[in-house]
């Protein structure tokens, strides 16, 4: 192990929790004086409360003598704003330029007291480049955008100033102590072939979550984007909630009925990199290639084919800063679910590079510093200003320090996903026999994170429901879920192996494999087939690009199997509280009985795996002397399982060391069944 100086610099604390950063000592304090460097200079402008507030300065302003408007567009000569307002008149509202490239132009209101632009009215800014040719652009903070798909795909920014403001009801939960994620899309959440709207969410889905007991959802695809299909992540409108689903009023009522179920409400924002569109988009905005981006190859990202962010620029820093201040504040949310941090924090954005893990892929010239540092500014503002708020990184690097306090030499995020895990339960379904899984890989797989950086864990996400890979209940039973998933006929083979494999999975998953679980909508229940959204490859059909609630709310299908045993999985676990609690104590693997045994939270967590043997008397090590009864039973008949195990059994524990502990207990443990226990006092 590296030698540990007694006394670390500010900035390196980090090394303290893993002293094998030590030799990239350096590295950490390079990028934390980078750090320090940006939270002076945003100091010197009034700190992160003035500086995140740009979205009050910039774009629209309302006031009782009229509206202002402004915009950054260093690159352009002239510009004017036009609109339904004016008929559209290229050049009778000209805007002043300041010396920092900011225009503005002030509307005083028309004589009657309305303002000079009618609500919902369409709006643009044309601007005039140094070469004299002439531009028109959406305003890059606009709060609305609206889309006529009849006419033409692209979008047109709207002047949002509806005369009755929404009033908030509910007081935002506390942060909860387990996160359990609901990842969730409005679009696909109705039942009929079209785009899903917030009101239907709000009444049809948040009852459903709820009840689930999850206490988190992740909202996908809010941010406003052209293209339907990109599944939100190619953001046109970065202040704009996508007006497919409806209106901002409705958004909020969304997010404040879900506070009002005690549900926390996560944005998935994307702030990796932004939409190539030039006419909607914010590529190009005032004529020059770098004004926002990065210039050249460098603002270019090959495989998605976008825009990538110059986090080192001030304007920059100022719009995405204040683009998660704006969520916050205006909409209500509670944190957010930040997407490509991998593509943000090295240069060559993970494109045909295998991370191995080896502490020097994560430090020194690949690393792309500007980006990191915003990253660490982002969590910096946002933990400050709102200590009860939640970030989780979608990193599939491997990153130290991702997860620890800025103030340690930590990038600041809460949590990380657990991308590996998704991973290798795909692999194992594809390519390996039941009575080939190896237990240890699996335990390794779920336990392997680092200490101290919080987790969550998941068996699959939005990424493995679509198109061109399967679901874990598709890959489990296939075509069989066309024909055999009515309690009316015959229980298959396929389907028996398939529901009890799908519950396991889940739990052992939920149990072991982090400090936070997720599950993407509609996966809980078995979500028949895949997600593929309506585009040109498929005649536009929504028929793939919806949920399917009917085949879980009949109760002739064995859907409602999955469904009710992930709920009682959630349920329990607000009870018991493991995901809160360290790291479980694996007591057991056993690779020819295919099973693992381990304790967490007081509670014992049994799984047998074997597709055929049952055990009696099967010898379990517990933390603690007393009685155990079961909690959780896979193998219900309410889950579709089989009853074989009593659940009014208790088993007193034995004094004798076994497995790690001093005390022991026999269980019946039949084959493809999990059981949880907890202490019966």
């Known amino acids: 192990m590296p030698y540990l100086p007694d006394h670390l610099e500010e900035g390196a604390g980090v090394i ?72 559209w008149n290229p050049t009778s509202h000209r805007m002043k330029k300041d010396d920092y490239g900011v225009y503005e132009i002030f509307l005083p209101n028309n004589p009657d007291g309305t303002p000079a632009i009618a609500h919902n009215s369409k709006v643009k800014i044309t601007m005039i480049k140094p070469d004299g040719t002439r531009i028109d652009r959406l305003p890059a903070w606009v709060h609305r955008v609206t889309q006529d798909l009849s006419v033409s795909p692209t979008y047109d920014a709207v002047f949002w100033n509806p005369p009755k403001k929404y009033q908030w009801k509910n007081k935002a939960p506390p942060k909860p102590k387990s996160i359990k994620v609901y990842e969730a899309h409005v679009g696909i959440a109705t ?82 990199h932004a939409c190539k569109n030039i006419l909607d988009g914010l590529n190009n905005f005032d004529g020059s290639d770098h004004q926002y981006f990065h210039e050249g190859a460098k603002g270019r990202h090959e495989l998605w084919d976008s825009r990538l962010f110059n986090y080192g620029s001030y304007e920059v820093m100022r719009f995405l800063l204040s683009n998660l201040r704006f969520y916050m504040e205006v909409y209500g949310f509670d944190g957010f679910r930040f997407d490509g941090v991998t593509s943000m924090m090295y240069k060559h954005h993970g494109i045909g590079f295998g991370f191995s893990g080896n502490y020097h892929e994560y430090f020194g010239e690949g690393v792309d510093l500007e980006a990191v540092v915003y990253l660490m500014i982002g969590n910096d503002m946002l933990h400050q200003l709102y200590p009860q708020v939640i970030t989780i990184a979608e990193d599939v690097s491997g990153m130290p320090t991702l997860c620890r306090p800025v103030s340690e030499g930590g990038i600041g995020f809460d949590y990380r996903l657990s991308m590996a895990i998704p991973d290798m339960w795909i692999k194992l379904l594809k390519e390996t026999a039941d009575d080939e899984w190896n237990i240890a890989n699996i335990v390794f797989t779920l336990t392997n994170r680092r200490y101290m950086e919080p987790s969550i864990a998941y068996c699959e996400s939005h990424d493995q429901a679509l198109v061109g890979d399967k679901t874990i209940a598709f890959w489990l039973m296939d075509r069989e879920m066309y024909t055999h998933m009515s309690v009316l006929t015959e229980l298959t083979p396929i389907i028996d192996r398939g529901l009890a494999l799908h519950k ?178």
């Open 16 to 87: 303290k929790l893993d002293p094998w950063l030590a030799p990239y000592k350096a590295s950490l304090l390079e990028r934390y004086a980078a750090y320090k460097k940006w939270k002076q200079i945003i100091d010197e402008q009034g700190g992160y409360e003035k500086f995140t507030r740009g979205y009050e300065h910039f774009g629209f302003q309302i006031s009782d003598k009229g509206i202002s408007y402004r915009e950054w567009a260093p690159n352009a000569a002239e510009a004017f704003l036009f609109g339904d307002f004016n008929q």
């Open 191 to 272: 039942t009929e072939g079209r785009v899903g709207l917030f009101t239907e969410f709000t009444a049809n889905v948040l009852p459903r979550i709820k009840n689930l007991g999850y206490n988190t959802i992740q909202l996908m695809a809010i941010m406003e984007h052209a293209y339907y299909a990109s599944f939100g992540y190619q953001v046109t409108s970065f202040f704009a909630a996508s007006s497919r689903y409806g209106t901002p009023e409705e958004l909020m009522e969304l997010i404040d009925t879900a506070h009002g179920l005690g549900i926390t409400v996560l944005l998935d924002v994307v702030h990796s």
């Open 504 to 681: 396991m999975i889940r739990l052992v998953t939920h149990t072991l494999g982090g400090e936070g679980y997720l599950n993407f909508i509609g996966n809980e229940f078995g979500h028949p087939e895949w997600l593929d959204f309506p585009r040109e490859g498929n005649n536009s059909s929504f028929h793939y690009a919806r949920r399917q609630w009917n085949v879980v709310d009949d109760p002739l299908l064995r859907y409602k199997f999955l469904n009710d045993f992930d709920g009682a999985m959630n349920n329990d676990e607000t009870q018991v509280g493991w995901l809160s609690a360290s790291q479980g104590f694996v007591s057991w693997k056993h690779e020819g009985d295919k099973v693992l045994v381990f304790d967490r939270a007081g509670a014992v967590f049994i799984f047998n795996f074997h597709s055929t043997k049952s055990f009696t008397d099967y010898r379990i090590a517990v933390p603690s002397p007393g009685k155990y009864k079961v909690l959780l039973n896979s193998d219900e008949e309410r889950f579709g399982g089989h009853a074989r195990v009593n659940n009014d059994s208790v088993y007193f524990s034995t004094p004798g060391s076994w497995s790690g502990h001093d005390q022991y207990i026999q269980v019946y443990i039949p084959s493809r069944t999990a059981l949880v226990l907890v202490k019966a006092e």
